[in-house]
């Protein structure tokens, strides 16, 4: 069968750290990079006799990705010890929600893609709290062993296998974590291993309506090992077929220097897991009117705000989808806006060229990248105003990431100001027309043209200052006479 004939199945589980200021059942700092070992106690060393305490804001932040992600909320959880030996779990069970999760179904639109029924929805099977493990660091001498990390609150958010491709499957990633960062439940950071996705991928031939087997490739930490890894996958399990073999079921590792997928071990169930209710930790109850009371606080979600910017400013969804992917580059979009610009489309296309070009070359945030998007606005104004033209306006910008200036003060001290005064651009004219007696001959025997050239010639006599809107009236009205 030919590789076309094929269709890939694909479920992600991915797995995000919530921010709070303490982890999930004790009071140590859940923060990222401290020294090794800094935040421990002995409830998140996993010491014998000790008991876990719920931390409440965790809680808050799993509510918010449920609402968020249109989960229903239930209003009795359980949490469950899955018990396994790993070095950087010395309880040897971690704590997670298991048969009861906090947050069931619900689902995530894809932006920019869409099917016969409308836009590409991932449905969720379930969102449910658990707590990280330590984190083993293997040296030529040895292993350590890091607890920073122990019982630091994470949420599991986990898909259907709706996902058909590697483009769906980083698109879904990429608008959760949009999400995740909007309500301020995750700060989305791959790299830092704050959200991390484990990749379930099978493939069946076009058209079929089961399922083939599935395997699991675990841990990936960046959209782009996401995406290489399923292509590798899905090709890896056609062959396979082709070649009369069989999928067997299994958890694979990505590597990253090979770029292949190799088995780790055979698939564990749930039953090798050993799972019952945590004795130490009653039923979380949430109320109605808990859950009422966060949906009261929850902020814009970027597909709220894409249909905005695409309702109220005629974006198309692609602008739109660039704009909100990051909660940052959003609110930068708006706060120049605010500087009083009537274009706002303008503004829009700003941000994607301009500004998203610093972003993306330094590598840096928005808000250390590019000038405060105030400064941006007030610069786009004065294009607006006719005080200098968008080219130059460009090179203000230029200027102005370098020296962190305000728009008006890099405008006056590089000389961008354009000329709109109706004498100084008449003068210019003059001359230019005086210089080009033939030209004017011929234009005004119909060579209209040479118009353009005539233009060219003022602006160039202006040092490129003119204002081309003016220059155009004053040009037309002289040549006519
Ligand atoms: P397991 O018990 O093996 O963890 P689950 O049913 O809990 O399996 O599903 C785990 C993930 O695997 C989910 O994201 C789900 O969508 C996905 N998944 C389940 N079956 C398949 C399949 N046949 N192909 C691809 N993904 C699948
Ligand atoms: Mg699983
Ligand atoms: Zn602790």
Not at 146 to 175: G, H, K, T
Not at 318 to 339: I, P, S
Not at 409 to 424: K, N, P, R, W, Y
């Amino acid at each position: 069968m030919a590789a076309e004939e094929y269709e890939a199945v694909i479920g992600l589980e991915v797995h995000t750290h919530l921010l709070t200021n303490s982890k999930l059942f004790c009071g140590c700092s859940s923060a990222f990079g401290a020294g090794p070992n800094e935040n421990v106690c002995p409830v998140c060393m996993g010491m014998p006799g000790v008991l876990p305490v719920l931390n409440r804001h965790a809680v808050e932040l799993a509510i918010r990705a449920g609402l968020a992600a249109h989960c229903e909320i239930a209003h009795e959880s359980i949490f469950a010890r899955k018990s396994y030996f790993y070095p950087d779990l010395p309880k040897g069970y971690q704590i997670s929600q298991y048969e009861l999760p906090l947050c069931k179904g619900g689902y995530i639109d894809l932006p920019g893609i869409s099917d016969a029924d409308g836009p590409r929805r991932v449905r969720l099977v379930r969102i449910h709290m658990e707590e990280d493990a330590g984190k083993n660091i293997h040296e030529a001498d040895g292993s350590l062993v890091d607890f920073n990390r122990s019982s630091v609150p994470l949420v599991e958010i986990v898909s259907e296998p709706d996902i058909r491709s590697a483009a769906e499957a980083s698109a879904y990633l990429r608008e959760l974590r949009g999400i995740l960062r909007s309500i301020d439940a995750s700060d989305g950071k791959m790299e830092e291993g704050g959200l991390r996705c484990d990749v379930n991928v099978s493939v069946r031939p076009k058209g079929a309506t089961e399922y083939g087997t599935k395997t699991e490739i675990k841990n990936l930490n960046s959209f782009r090992f996401v995406e290489k890894a399923i292509e590798y996958e899905v090709a890896r399990q056609i062959d396979t077929l082709d070649a009369g073999g069989r999928i067997l079921q299994e958890t694979h590792l990505w590597d990253p220097v090979r770029e292949e997928t190799r088995p780790m071990r055979s698939k564990e169930f749930a039953n090798d897991y050993r799972y019952f209710p945590e004795p130490d930790l009653p039923p979380l109850r949430v109320t109605g009117e808990w859950i009422e009371e966060i949906k009261s606080t929850m902020p814009e979600l970027p597909a709220e705000k894409r249909a905005r910017f695409i309702r109220e400013i005629g974006l198309t969804e692609y602008e739109a989808t660039v704009l909100t992917e990051d909660r940052e580059v959003g609110n930068y979009f708006e706060t120049m806006v605010a500087a009083g610009l009537r274009n706002q489309k303008t503004a829009a296309n700003w941000v994607m060229t301009e500004v998203l070009r610093v972003v993306n070359e330094s590598g840096r945030p928005i808000g250390e990248a590019a000038p405060a998007a105030a400064e941006s606005g007030a610069l786009l104004k004065l294009v607006e105003q006719a005080t200098l033209s968008l080219n130059a306006a460009k090179t203000a910008f230029a200027a102005m990431c370098k020296s962190g200036k305000g728009a008006a003060a890099t405008v006056s001290e590089l000389g961008l100001v354009q000329v709109s005064d109706e004498g100084a651009i008449a003068g210019a004219c003059d001359r230019v027309l005086a210089a080009e007696p033939d030209k004017v001959a011929e234009y005004r025997a119909g060579r209209d043209k040479l118009f353009g050239f005539f233009v060219g010639q003022v602006m160039k006599a202006m040092g490129g200052k003119g204002n081309p809107k003016v220059v155009n009236e004053i040009l037309k009205a002289k040549l006519a006479g």
